[in-house]
């Protein structure tokens, strides 16, 4: 039997994750610790959840089909924070309203890929954006991280054939969490823009960078559309998560194309989460600010306890918005070291296998921890329950 383009790939992470505590129970002194997932578990606001239901009693169209490529209310709403953000000259053409942050990467790919081309991700990549590239047929070409948890431009421009299409970059880096310097973005645009090539950079987690001013200077080039295509979702700021409102923001001409994928997958997006996000963008500034600093105190925080697992031989190998991405110090794989944090530490949390190729060794070393969701307190827990843990 022939398989299916499914099949080409694995099972969603998250999910399998998840299964892991099938059977398992947790004592009240000691509950579950699910750091495994990047999402908020709080609602959005009290306000903007009243905007969401203000806009599903009074307003029509919130239930009715909408433009494929976004409402353009918020399509230019989103443009004006860009510009103010990144000093840039966008405008509405420029921006797709997506159905969260992966539709628009899936989007941006059926623009730019055959079967069989490549784009060239940094391992540890992002799990979501290598499943995609298997269901299209599109070759993922690892590209391992050095020091920092960087990607080198250099070990890149040898990755690229005449089948590269693009290079697909996350910064703040999931799952790794570490900013990609400015120079570092320009090099790589640089990269890409010398070899015809496309460069996506995914920056679902920008609204949680620890630096002010803008992030890089993409936006800021001379022809940047030819080049750039920026990626970002909603679903953090807002805590938008079963919303799904994403955005891609790239040339008209590409938008174009993108919009013959996305009235094929979903028509448009959902009206209540862009009405949310849209009543974000002009009244949740200062909403946001505070939660970044929230989540700057519990990275800090990371840094601050995790000396309590440096002498048991841990290390904290990249650091930032959501994640902290660490080595065990077990001779066991984290595949298998993972499911029984579970049952024996009551820590739910994803082996850095599932951020590799199959078989790399890199990643049976290493493991994920969302944090977002650990205060100071749970964060002293978390690390209590790990630097007790042993083999």
Known sequence: MTLSRTAATFAPPVMEARRWLDGVT??????????????PVDPPPQALRQAMADAALTRDDAHLYGPVLGNEDLRAGLSAQINTHYKATTGPEHVAITSGCNQAFAAAIATLCDESDEVILPTPWYFNHKMWLDMAGVRSVPLPVGEGMLPSVDAARALITDRTRAIALVSPNNPAGVEYPADLLLAFYTLARDHGLALIVDETYRDFDS????????????????????????????????????????SPARL??????????????????????LWGLENLGQW?????????????????????????????????????YVQHPFAMSSADLAPLLVKEAGILCLPGTMFWPENAPDGAAQLRIAFANLDAGGIAELYSRLSAFDL
């Open 211 to 250: 630096r002010s001013g803008p992030p890089h200077a993409l936006f800021q080039q001379p022809d940047w559309q030819d080049t750039f295509i920026h990626l970002y979702s909603f679903s953090k700021a807002y805590r938008l998560t079963g919303h799904r409102v994403g955005a891609l923001i790239a």
């Open 256 to 277: 174009a194309e993108a919009e013959k994928f996305l009235d094929t997958v979903a028509i448009c997006p959902g009206q209540i989460g862009q009405h949310a996000a």
């Open 288 to 324: 946001v600010a505070g939660e970044r600093e929230e989540i700057l105190a519990r990275r800090a925080a990371i840094t601050d306890g995790f000396p309590k697992l440096a002498v048991k031989g841990w290390q904290l190998l990249g650091l930032g918005a959501y994640f902290a």
């Open 26 to 39: 947790f004592p009240a002194d000691r509950p579950l610790m699910n750091v495994s997932q990047a999402a």
